[in-house]
């Protein structure tokens, strides 16, 4: 499994945040997916996104990038503590499964987790969630 820091197949390899903040991309999103022999495809588990206002530093991208992977990280623990992560390594297909939300697909389901994720980005000033 590998979560990476830009919305697949956009942005694939290393540098994805600096390149998308030197592109003038809208939007900062990451993945994770199960990692097969290419360069960052495989089956998507779960995407995030995010949309990046006007003179958003790099700095700042890069801290909405590592809470996008954290949050990304404890959507594939849930999906493991379910075994939905085993099932999908069988199908080897695309997921959609669980909640969504407008920038989360699929999201957390527990509500503390939620809550406790939603409290860290806000303490720590990251904007993304509104």
Do not use: C
């Not at 695309?94 to 939620?114: E, K, S």
């Amino acid at each position: 499994m590998n979560i990476h820091p830009s919305l697949l197949p956009a942005f694939s390899g290393f540098g994805a945040v600096s390149r998308a903040w030197e592109r003038g991309s809208r939007f900062l999103g990451a993945t994770a997916h199960l990692a097969d022999a290419s360069t960052d495809s495989g089956p998507i588990l779960s995407q995030v996104v995010a949309p990046i206002a006007d003179g958003t530093s790099l700095d700042a991208l890069e801290r909405l990038s590592f809470a996008q992977k954290l949050y990304l990280f404890l959507v594939v623990w849930e999906m493991a503590e379910r075994e939905e992560f085993v099932s999908s390594i069988d199908k080897k297909k695309t997921l959609n499964i669980g909640p969504v939300q407008p920038w989360a697909n699929p999201g957390l389901r527990d509500q503390r987790l939620v809550i406790a994720f939603e409290e860290f980005i806000k303490r720590e000033g990251i904007a993304w969630i509104r």
